[in-house]
């Protein structure tokens, strides 16, 4: 099942000055995020396509998360094990375990934000820790 997000916006052409148009998105494949960033220019005809795997530029996410309202997870159990959570942040963000318990607890409250494919993501790798979470 794939999830995914889009954000259409102007640019600025490397070659000419001239105004691009932009297509940035973002995309989950499995268990894998993906994202695209294409540019075509009417006034020389440039064009580029650029991809990559996990994380996102900055740039796209920020045009992103400006374009949707962010999504967030909620965790589903009332008492989660802290310890399987924790251990599933660490390993899918890469966080120091100060940043994942602070990370955690923002998932805890319902505070933790990012794009839909992000947060679908991060929702389906605590699921299958044994910590029920869900997007909303």
Known sequence: MMEGVGVEYVGTCGSCGG???CHGGQSLVGDVLHWSIERSCPACGGAEAVCGRDDVPDDLRRRLLAARPPARIR???PDPDRVRGMKALRSLLNLDLVSTGA???Q???GDYTGTRPEATLLARVLTRSGVPAEVR
């Open 107 to 109: 998932v805890r409250a």
């Open 19 to 21: 105004r691009t148009r």
């Open 103 to 105: 990370v955690f607890e």
């Open 75 to 77: 965790l589903t159990a």
